[in-house]
Every structure is written in C-alpha cells, then in structure tokens.
C-alpha cells in the first residue's frame, strides 16, 4: 500500500480524524463552519493522497488536484481553487495568496493529541518522509523550523507544532 493512501486510512490525512481537526481549527480561526461547502473542503481536499508514493515529492505535491476538481465540480471554480490553494506551493506556484484552508489546515495539527499523531505517521512511515526533509536542508530545512533528526519524536513534533502556531499567527 503506498505511503498516501496509508496516510488518509489510518496515518496523518485520517479521513475519520483529519476533516474535525481541520474543522476545529476553522472555527478557532474564523468561526464555527455554518457553510455545507466548508465541510466538504474539510473532507475531501486531501484525498488526492490517495495511491501516491509520497507525501511532499513531486507526486503528493499534487495532491490538491484531486480535491480541487471534485469542488470544482460540486460548487464552481472558487471552491476549486479554494481547496487548492490550501497548498503553499500551489499557491506560490499560481503567484496568489493561499486560501484560508490552508491557515487551518496548518492549525489542525496543533489540536492534535501527540500521543495519538506520533502513533498514526510511525505506523505509515509518513514520519522518515517528515523528518528526512530536515535533514537533507530540502523544504523543511533545519533553519525553517525543525530540529532534525537527532531531537526525539515527540520534541520534533512540538517544534513542527510551534512553527504552525508562529506561522497561522503571522499569515491568516
């Protein structure tokens, strides 16, 4: 089973815990979702993990294609884009600000218990892939936000988390 799929069953993108995560992180940024459009953006604008061999190669960067088509298709082309855009590189890549999912997105990790993060992304894998960008100075290099991986998990994922909370504040 390829590592994205592995993540939307049971890994970082749970299709059963990611959406109310990113949902709670909404209503903390914005307001409680009252939008049915919303709440399909919280569900479905990840499932372009599905069947990719990574998570932040050049594959599971196009993971918000999949997402964006099925809102295009339900709602018209500014829900589309708005569940793009919830990838930085996405959005740098079109030249447009990131949309406001993006923010909670980025948030819903901090509503997460570590215990019960650290569990589902070693279980996948997700965590070498994470971390290994660290390490390799790629687009989570060390002078970013993380430690690399000589720290411990759980101190690396509470860097990852104070990084989010630093980076939501100052952009959304």
Known sequence: MKIGTKSLLF?????FIHPLLVAAAWWRLYGFPTDPRLWVAFIVHDWGYWGKPNMDGPEGETHVEAGARIMTRLFGPAWGNFTR???RYYAR????APSRLCYADKLSLCFEWNWCYL???CL???IR???????RGGKYAK???????STSRQEWLRTVKRFMLRYVAANY
Do not use: P
């Not at 002078?143 to 991986?149: I, N």
């Open 129 to 135: 892939e994470y971390r290994a960008h660290a390490e």
């Open 93 to 96: 890549k079109d030249g447009v």
């Open 85 to 87: 855009y919830h990838s």
């Open 124 to 126: 996948t894998g997700e």
């Open 143 to 149: 002078d970013s936000y993380l430690s690399g991986a």
């Open 11 to 15: 890994g970082a993108h749970c299709i």
């Open 119 to 121: 569990l589902r992304v």
